[in-house]
């Protein structure tokens, strides 16, 4: 059975993992959000930030804690999880722990690394790079399932448009399905950011669109949603401009499903 079906599917969490109380209450109010609106639902979150835009940056708390922290969460309330991974060796141990191994957006053409999550038996979710067109991401996907892995997702997270800003086309929804042949999700929080253009060159953002883009995304046939969401975001290390405050969670998936339900009957 696939990760990504049935559709919609959320994955949500913070952006790297803190401490555990806060991974928990996340975890636990997705969960609860999962069971109001009837939705697969999968806790994601980082266990090192390896591609910050400043060298001071928080990262995380690295593989070792970090999958520890994850196991804890999987033990406690059997939420399916998903981190991302960086490097060819941290596929096989990610994989001990988790149910989904994610490519980061900027190593999306890393040809070792995406054989390695391939070589896996777990799902696969793979940012497109904010560079890359929706075609030429077919070849990302056939290096993972020629690895042997075929429950492989497409994420879209925008285009660069200049240097700080991203721009997201809803054609590619429809364009990447068909031509990955994958379930296609929409990144609403990451496609917020303006990269380089925060405090002392980190992250910005503008979260405040959240719900347009997002809309937008159910309608034009997204197979699901990919959102980082925390208790309190402007105390998070990284990605404090974009993440949706844990208490507005629940309205804003009620309405983007309400799109969503809406856009696939007038479809069908």
């Known amino acids: 059975m696939s990760l990504w ?15 555990h109380s806060t991974n928990l209450t996340i975890a636990e109010h997705l969960l609860e959000v999962a069971q109001r609106h009837t939705l697969s639902v999968v806790f994601k ?13 928080a990262r995380g708390p690295g593989i070792d804690r970090g999958l520890g922290l994850l196991d804890r969460i999987k033990r406690e309330l059997g939420i399916p999880l998903l981190t991302d991974v960086h490097e060819a060796w941290q596929a096989e141990p990610a994989a001990v722990v988790v149910d989904a191994l994610q490519v980061p957006a900027f190593l999306c053409r890393q040809t070792d690394l995406l054989r390695a999550v ?9 940012k497109k790079g904010q560079w890359m067109s929706a075609e030429s991401m077919s070849g990302a996907v056939a290096k993972v399932r020629n690895a042997g892995e075929v429950d492989v997702a497409v994420t879209e997270r925008g285009s660069f448009f200049g240097y700080g800003d991203l721009v997201v086309d809803m054609r590619n929804f429809r364009r990447l399905r068909e031509t990955t042949g994958a379930p296609v999700l929409f990144d609403a929080t990451h496609s917020l950011q303006r990269p380089g253009l925060g405090s002392e060159g980190s992250s910005g953002g503008n979260r405040e669109y959240c719900a347009d883009l997002i809309a937008a995304a159910a309608a034009a046939g997204a197979d699901g949603f990919y959102l980082e969401t925390h208790p309190s975001p402007e105390t998070a290390p990284s990605d404090s401009a974009t993440m949706i405050p844990l208490d507005e969670l629940d309205e804003l998936i009620e309405r983007t499903l309400d799109v969503w339900h809406n856009a696939r009957a007038t479809r069908q």
């Open 5 to 19: 079906a049935p559709a919609p599917v959320l994955v949500a969490g913070p952006c790297a993992l803190e401490d």
């Open 45 to 57: 979150a980082s266990f090192d930030k390896a591609n910050r835009s400043n060298a001071e940056s």
């Open 118 to 126: 391939g070589a896996t038996d777990r799902a696969v979710n793979i």
